[in-house]
C-alpha cells in the first residue's frame, strides 16, 4: 500500500548532472535514503535524509557530487547528481522507512522503489 515513485533517470555524458525524485506518497519517515545497483555489482548505499534533524549521510564514492535534499509540501525528496561519472551508471532506487536505524544499511528500509535508469557514458 506505501508506494514510493522515482524519476528523473536518463543517459547522460560524463560531467553532466540529473536530478533524481522520490515521491514519498505524502507520509512522514524518519529517514529516506538513495542506494544505487550497476550491472553485476551489490545493490549500494548512497546517500540518505532524517525526517526529524535533516541530518543527511553520503557514501564516500559521491560526497561533494551528489547532494539530498527534501521538498516537505512536495512530498518529494530529491538526490541532486552533479559532475556524473560512468561509474555512476546504475538502477538508482528510492527507499524509506519509520525505524530509527542505521542510515546505511539496506535492512533499514521498509519501502522500495521500483528504481529510475542513469546511464553516464563516457
Known amino acids: 500500500q506505501v508506494q514510493l515513485v522515482e524519476s528523473g533517470g536518463g543517459v547522460v555524458q560524463a560531467g553532466s548532472s540529473l536530478r533524481l525524485s522520490c515521491v514519498t506518497a505524502?507520509?512522514?519517515?524518519?529517514?529516506v535514503a538513495w542506494f544505487r545497483q550497476a550491472p553485476g555489482k551489490a545493490r549500494e548505499f548512497v546517500s540518505a535524509?532524517?525526517?526529524?534533524?535533516?541530518?543527511?549521510f553520503q557514501a564516500d564514492s559521491v560526497r561533494g557530487r551528489f547532494t539530498i535534499v527534501r521538498d516537505n509540501a512536495k512530498n518529494t525528496v530529491y538526490l541532486q547528481m552533479n559532475s556524473l561519472k560512468p561509474e555512476d551508471t546504475a538502477v538508482y532506487h528510492c527507499?524509506?522507512?519509520?525505524?530509527?536505524?542505521?542510515?546505511?544499511?539496506?535492512?533499514?528500509?521498509?519501502?522500495w522503489g521500483q528504481g529510475t535508469q542513469v546511464t553516464v557514458s563516457s
Open positions: 535524509i532524517r525526517g526529524s534533524s535533516g541530518n543527511t
Open positions: 527507499a524509506a522507512t519509520n525505524r530509527g536505524a542505521s542510515a546505511y544499511l539496506r535492512t533499514s528500509y521498509d519501502y
Open positions: 505524502g507520509r512522514t519517515f524518519s529517514t
